[in-house]
């Protein structure tokens, strides 16, 4: 056992809970609680800051003392001191989420499908770990390891030329202010549900998000900023569906389709119809060496 291993075990039998218990907490499976207590495996940096967060000590702590040595004095002034830090540094009305994650056995993080069947309740379950353990998971290993990913299946016409089906690969975004005007988005909100649009941010201006459809058959709305949940930045998708070729291609191909009609509907010639355009041009031949 590592001396983060034997802290964890320490502190989970602590604070009196099961190692599911505690799975849950933090947005792991249970087994990977197994792995961090036996010392099979180190939690990444992000399950590190939220059990730091759980067990009131930082992680500089968790990983350089071993709490089961120390007296329940020391422990406990350890934990006032984490507590007064972050009463100092957190920042007014500020909200600190956590979110919910899924990893392989690896502990590479997973991408979680959002399928658009699901939509409707994710509005309630995106912080749920259950919620997010059931979703399907895969893995996208061109994708750059920077961030926290999510795909969402659109639905409708109005985002237009992707198709309703279309599979949104997006990226956590944790600070909703740093949206950029013009980009596309899948956002979590309180009423919409799950929308796929292209933002425009007036935060400053009017603590509101302006969400254009590309199909312009739909008009544009507000949302205010207090009623998002959660917003990712969108990075690829999947689909299905194949877009259409060129102008150059198609009119191309119309062309072609035309003359192999016009060659279709030409009349067929005969041998007999042969033979008598041939005798007729004798016939003609003859006339004019006479005259």
Known sequence: ???ISRNIKFFRKRLNITQAKFAELI???RSLVGAYEEGRSDPRLVNLLTISRLFKVSVDHLITLEFAKLSEKKIKDIQTIFEAKNKVTKPAKTDTKILTITVDNEENENIELVPHKASAG???GYADPDYIQDLPKFQLPMLPNDG???AFEI???SMLPLQSGTVIISKYIENISSVKNGQTYVLVTKDEGVVYKRVFNYLDENSKFFLVSDNESYEPYEVFGDDVLEVWEAKAFIS???????????NNTQAN????TAQKEAPTITLEDLTKIV???KDEVTKLKRS
């Open 279 to 281: 005798i007729e041009l």
């Open 27 to 29: 947005g792991v499976k």
């Open 257 to 260: 389709n035309t003359s192999t």
């Open 240 to 250: 299905v569906a194949f877009p259409e070729g060129n102008n150059y291609y198609q």
């Open 148 to 150: 926290t990913y999510r």
């Open 155 to 157: 639905s409708g016409d």
């Open 122 to 124: 994710y509005t309630s």
């Open 1 to 3: 056992m590592t001396l």
